[in-house]
């Protein structure tokens, strides 16, 4: 009877476990994205709450000519109304902040993008003037099994692996009619 009542226990901590980690999952899941568009209704509620509230104070300390009951209207009016505006605004400042974030982070996201693009780009040209023939057929590429010989910074071609280096004047090739790559050899 003792054997089994370790295994009980195991198995209904495993199973808390389970539903635990179950509703961590949950609770991250809704509140994704969401913050930022909380922290900017806080702001914008709490900033002209403030403001009406100063204003209802000085509507109240200005009816009477007494300092003792100007006081009240004061606090609860003034100094309320300031605090929610100065605390409105702190939100709404990090509402404006969590959107510069996620911009510069969308940002830096294209521009290495745009770095890896570039590097591949490089590596392939790299890749044509440092293997194969001499420098004389260094300037023409094809594609492998292609029939049309183009300049290596042509758009067909461009970013394309596993280009070989033609020589027309060798092979029976034909240039590309979009980068006219005999235009500037003579």
Known sequence: ??????????VSAQSRF????EAVRAIRGRRTGRA???????????????ALLILLGWLGASRTPFVFEQT????????????LVIAGGFV?????QSL???????QNDELTAAVARLESLLGASQELSDGG?????ARFVATPQGSIFHRPDCTIVAGRTQ??????????LSPCQICEPLADAG
């Not at 009877?1 to 195991?10: D, E, I, N, Q, Y």
């Open 1 to 10: 009877m003792s054997a089994t009542t370790p295994g009980v226990g195991r």
């Open 100 to 106: 510069r974030i996620r911009e510069s982070r969308r």
């Open 163 to 172: 280009l070989r280096r033609v020589d027309p004047d060798r092979e029976d």
């Open 36 to 50: 930022d568009v909380w922290m900017l209704y806080v702001g914008g509620t709490l900033m002209p709450l403030g």
């Open 72 to 83: 009240p209207y004061l606090i609860s009016g003034g100094l309320l109304g300031v605090a």
């Open 18 to 21: 389970a539903s635990l980690a």
């Open 133 to 137: 023939a001499g420098a004389s057929t």
């Open 92 to 96: 709404y400042f990090g509402y404006w």
